[in-house]
């Protein structure tokens, strides 16, 4: 019997479900720390060294006939995920789909036509073009950009909390929690320890904080994460205006997906600048959509 395989390379994780084409309620999984596996970012050939090996190891030699589906993290560009695709076909003997981990959020909820916004860690959009090109807004890392993000919220958070101090405003709730969350006695310890939280894992630990000081009534953590809503549709407004033609916006990641008082400003932003086009939240595995995807592959749907 035919097989598919969903995966799902994320910075952190790599979720894989082996399934029947057939029956796809019949599923194998497999849920790894993604450095278990892949030595970094950039090297597509040690990827797919890397991948068919797990696969074959875990699943059995039959999977290198399987249609395989992947979206990964660090391919940021078509090329990209080309070279990983090519480096897959030559140890595998199955179809092969590469595409960005923030790809597989629209398949996942059966959308079409879909701007994905993947808000976590970090923050980005991505679609592909007429001509079947990745075309992204955001994504810049946790120094330049992802605004919405974990690290972002935090990020500006602080700057918010600075500058209240700098106007010789009193703190608010979101100033005492984030002192209390970087253990800093005053602005500038938390200037200091902010700075120095060396990733965004580290930085974006605290972004529960700043939603906590927004429902204790902070307007500071409420403005920012009404700041942030606005920018994650800035970001899909800019890839409607470079030629993307979406009938949806699909969100996934661990903040917009936890977040009800972010969902919610992103949607009225979304709102108020493209009018109609309907926001869903990722309510489901990622991997779902690159199963949908490999599933495809199987009948003859790229």
Do not use: Y
């Amino acid at each position: 019997m035919a097989q598919a395989a969903g995966i799902d390379i994320g910075g952190t994780k790599t979720h894989i479900v082996v399934c029947d084409v057939d029956e796809p309620g019949t599923r194998r999984e497999l849920v790894l720390p993604s450095a278990d596996w892949r030595t970094g970012l950039g090297d597509a050939e040690a990827d797919a060294r890397g991948l068919s090996r797990l696969l074959v190891e875990r699943f059995g030699a039959e999977l290198r006939t399987a249609s395989i589906a992947v979206g990964a993290h660090g391919c940021e560009n078509t090329q990209q995920c080309r070279d990983l695709e090519q480096a897959l076909g030559a140890h595998l003997d199955g179809p092969v789909l590469v595409v960005n981990d923030s790809e597989l959020l629209a398949p996942a909820m059966g959308a079409e036509n879909a701007i994905g916004v993947v808000v976590g860690t970090g923050s980005i959009a991505t679609a592909r073009d007429a001509d079947g090109e990745l075309v992204s807004a955001g994504g810049w890392g946790w120094l330049l950009g992802d605004e919405g993000s974990a690290a972002g919220l935090v990020r500006e958070a602080t700057r918010a909390v600075l500058d209240r101090r700098d106007r010789g405003e009193p703190l608010d709730a979101l100033g005492r929690r984030l002192l209390t969350a970087f253990a800093a006695a005053d602005g500038d310890e938390l200037a200091l320890a902010v700075t120095e939280a060396g990733s965004a894992e580290a930085l974006g630990a605290a972004a529960p904080e700043v939603f906590a000081a927004a429902n204790d009534g902070s307007e500071a953590a409420a403005a920012v994460i009404r700041d942030a809503g606005d920018h994650l549709a800035r970001l899909v407004d800019r890839l409607i205006r470079r030629g993307i033609r979406a009938d949806s916006v699909v969100a996934g990641g661990s903040v917009v997906e936890r977040q009800s008082r972010l969902q919610e400003t992103f949607a009225s932003a979304l709102a108020v600048q493209r009018p109609g086009l309907p926001l869903t939240i990722l309510d489901r595995p990622p991997v779902e959509g690159a199963v949908a995807r490999a599933r495809g592959l199987a009948v003859g749907i790229p």
